[in-house]
């Protein structure tokens, strides 16, 4: 029986038991997935015991993912561009870090809003902590010409684009309504919108009817930021598809099958972030 988990502090919080105990049931693998509350002190010693303790790998969320990272033996490109991992397996008793973020994302991005195109046109990012340099890091991948990021604290977003180079440019928070009319796509990275605290404070009247506006917040599905660009005629992305993509990866890995995100898992996890 194989066993992978999501390691956490606090972990209680975690859909990711819900994901994969779907498609190990769905694909009839003998497999487990738990959550374990894993101390910040005790994160090295956990993962330097996961083949002892008779684990596959697994995910890992705040505020691990800097010191799963640091723990690895290897680290894919995903993992090396955000200096932070969120999936790790064994191979050949060696522990591998991968970053899914990005790939959950983009993969979520083009299937929500497929053909959207930043090769003459910015990206706006909102925000600039971990989610973000993930994100940043995809675009770049996909060619995009320009990434606007706008954050609170302006140096966090002057390092983040130290890390990807000029195709970044960093924009005062304030600024982002004027430089962002003109977006391709406009993704908000921060945590501003979930449960319905804050506001975003963008006014969509201006903006190009092209462009693709995603949140990566998913609590609530469908955030005010989301509402509103909605309303506005315009194309929206929502967080929920970039939770389910991201776990794709790790699957894969642990129990050699790759699952597929499907209306009926959504429709699981809706139900569950309602409360149903
Ligand atoms: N859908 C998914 O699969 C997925 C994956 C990863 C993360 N997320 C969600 O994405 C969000 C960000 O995650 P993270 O790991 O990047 O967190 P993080 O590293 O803590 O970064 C938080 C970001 O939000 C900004 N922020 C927070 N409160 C703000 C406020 N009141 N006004 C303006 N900016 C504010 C921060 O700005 P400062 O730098 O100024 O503090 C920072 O840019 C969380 O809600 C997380 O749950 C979703």
Redesign the pocket.
């Known amino acids: 029986m194989k066993r992978a988990c999501v390691i956490g502090w606090p972990v209680e919080h975690s859909r990711s038991p819900l994901v994969h105990g779907y498609w190990l049931k769905t694909y009839g693998i003998e497999g487990t997935y738990t959550k374990e509350a894993v101390r910040p002190e005790e994160v090295a010693h956990f993962l330097r015991s996961l083949a002892a303790d008779g684990y596959v790998g697994c995910n890992v969320t ?1 505020p691990h993912k800097a010191a799963a990272f640091a723990a690895a033996d290897e680290r894919q490109p995903s993992a090396t561009a955000v200096s932070a991992a969120n999936t790790l397996w064994l191979q050949d008793g060696r522990l591998v870090a991968a970053n899914t ?1 990005t790939y ?2 983009m993969t979520n991005l083009n299937a929500q809003a497929p053909g959207w195109d930043a090769r003459n046109a910015p990206v706006s990012i ?7 340099y ?1 994100i940043v890091y995809g675009f770049i991948e996909a060619g995009a010409k320009e990434v606007r990021v706008f ?3 302006r140096t ?1 977003a002057e390092a983040l684009a130290q890390t990807f180079g000029p195709r970044v440019t960093v924009f005062d ?1 304030e600024d982002r309504n004027a430089q962002s009319r003109d977006a391709a796509v406009l993704v908000n ?4 919108g ?1 449960n319905r605290e ?1 506001t975003l404070g963008i006014d969509f009247t201006a903006f190009d009817k092209d462009c693709v506006v995603a949140d ?3 609590v609530p599905l469908e955030t005010d930021f989301l509402a509103q660009a909605r309303q506005r005629g315009l194309r929206t992305v929502d ?2 598809g ?2 389910l993509h ?1 776990a794709v990866p790790g699957f894969e890995k642990w129990f050699g099958h790759t699952p597929v995100v499907t209306n009926e898992l959504r429709d699981l996890i809706i139900a569950d972030i309602e409360g149903r």
């Open positions: 705040l973020d959950g994302f909102l925000g600039a902590g971990g989610a973000a993930a954050n609170r604290t966090r928070w990275t921060t945590a501003i979930m804050g990566i917040v998913y967080g929920l970039m939770l991201q």
